[in-house]
Structure formats: structure tokens, C-alpha cells
């Protein structure tokens, strides 16, 4: 099992910063793959970020691709989503999500996911 809880999200206005980290209890760290998911009022759960087990690969979605970083510390349990010129349409529900070895940008692929934290972007 692996617990996973988010924190860092909030209200901010469009053009800022905002940074999401993500940390993780229970089995090996380093033997999961971390993905960003994020969900917006009626819409479907959706991809944004992933990494891999060590961090040497990372993937992102189109839509967020140059402005976001998603980066893991394998040494303190936590995989971080670092959030740049962030707009009124990256408001939404943003899940931390693991599983184990092989990163994916499929959400049905996750085993365990995190309760989510709240990110609203006004313009």
C-alpha cells in the first residue's frame, strides 16, 4: 500500500506560480512511478504530468508542456508539480497518483491515488 497526500493549492491569479508537492507513505518510493492528474468541474479526469522511477524521464501533457515541472526526491518521499504561468483553464482538482515501475499517462493505470487539492485560477 501507498499513501499519498497533496498539498499546495489555492487561489492565485493568472500569470503566477504555484508549486503542488505530493508525499508518499508505505512501500519503496523508488519502485513507483508519480504522476499529475488533474479533474475540472464536469470534465473527465486528465493527464498532466508524469515521471519516472529514478527521474530520469518525464512527460507531459501538450497543454501544459513549458510551463509545468514535475520533479520527484526519492530520498524525502515526494514528487513535486511546479506550476508556471498558470491560467484560468488550469483550474481544477489536481490528484497525485502512483504505480509501481512503468510511468504512464493513463489514469486507469494508477493503483493509488491521493484525495486531490484544489487550484482555481481567476483572470
Known amino acids: 500500500q501507498v499513501q499519498l497526500v497533496e498539498s499546495g493549492g489555492g487561489l492565485v491569479q493568472a500569470g503566477v506560480s504555484l508549486t503542488l508537492s505530493c508525499a508518499a507513505s508505505?512501500?519503496?518510493?523508488?519502485?513507483?512511478?508519480m504522476g499529475w492528474f488533474r479533474q475540472a468541474p464536469g470534465k473527465e479526469r486528465a493527464f498532466v504530468a508524469s515521471i519516472s522511477m529514478a527521474g530520469s524521464a518525464t512527460y507531459y501533457a501538450d497543454s501544459v508542456k513549458g510551463r509545468f515541472t514535475i520533479s520527484r526526491n526519492n530520498a524525502k518521499n515526494t514528487v513535486d508539480l511546479q506550476m508556471n504561468s498558470l491560467k484560468p483553464e488550469d483550474t481544477a482538482i489536481y490528484y497525485c497518483a502512483a504505480r509501481r515501475r512503468v510511468v504512464s499517462s493513463l489514469a486507469h493505470d494508477y493503483e493509488y491515488w491521493g484525495q486531490g487539492t484544489q487550484v482555481t485560477v481567476s483572470s
Open positions: 508505505g512501500r519503496p518510493f523508488n519502485s513507483y512511478a
